[in-house]
């Protein structure tokens, strides 16, 4: 799986907004890295955005505040990627009609790094595609303080969209739907930028 994507030319002087994908599935076998792929290969077509990827499944995190050396180690790998973000993208897989528990331990362990910005979602899974997890991580992301982008990207019956090595029989759909929620993050990210930038969120 791709960690970093980044295009060499920019389209105009703005700086490009700074996306956190969260790779939010940590189950062995997990389909998540298929899609992510995916996901940074489109994203890698926008000149306006630059992508850093956290993956749950590549840390072992605490189930609490711990202060531990090794849990505090673990954060600090992870804590300045999110705080450093303008945008965050979800991707989730659906389990028993909501979202993973290492997905909800990482978004527990921080706070002040979701505020005043936007998160959009992947999601994926069999009938439903994920959109159930959708729903419930929306409420979680609205505690926070954060602004959840409108349109989503989701893959029913995620197994059978891809191939053998990881491309999609039929990507018109995706690929549409990925230009709207990329377009939404980019907007909701310079724009809520430009807010903290202004004055500090809650003060």
């Given amino acids: 799986m791709q960690t970093h994507t980044e295009s060499s030319e920019r389209s105009d002087s703005v700086e490009p907004v700074r996306v956190t994908v969260v790779v939010g599935s940590n189950r062995e076998g997990r389909f998540g890295p298929v899609v992510a792929d995916w996901l940074l290969n489109r994203m890698e077509k926008h000149d306006d955005l630059v992508a850093e990827v956290v993956d749950v499944?590549?840390?072992t995190l605490p189930t609490t505040f711990a202060?531990?050396?090794?849990?505090?180690?673990q954060l600090a790998a992870i804590t300045p990627k999110l705080a450093a973000a303008d945008a965050f993208i979800v991707l989730t897989p659906e389990?028993?009609?909501?979202y993973p528990a290492g997905l909800k331990n990482l978004i527990d362990l921080h706070y002040t790094e979701w505020q005043a910005k936007p998160v959009a979602f992947v999601s994926y899974g069999g009938v439903s595609g994920g959109l159930r997890a959708v729903e419930h991580l929306r409420q979680v992301f609205a505690e926070l303080h954060?602004?959840?982008?409108r349109d989503t990207v989701s893959f029913h019956n995620a197994g059978a969209s891809f191939d053998e090595e990881g491309h999609l029989r039929d990507p018109?759909?995706?690929?549409?739907?990925?230009?709207?929620?990329?377009?939404q993050v980019v907007w909701w990210g310079r724009t809520l930028r430009e807010g903290r930038a202004a004055r500090a969120?809650?003060?």
């Fill in 57 to 59: 499944a590549a840390a």
């Fill in 67 to 73: 202060t531990d050396e090794d849990a505090k180690a």
């Fill in 95 to 98: 389990y028993n009609h909501s």
């Fill in 146 to 149: 954060a602004t959840t982008v």
């Fill in 172 to 183: 018109s759909g995706p690929d549409a739907a990925a230009r709207t929620m990329l377009g």
């Fill in 201 to 203: 969120y809650g003060g």
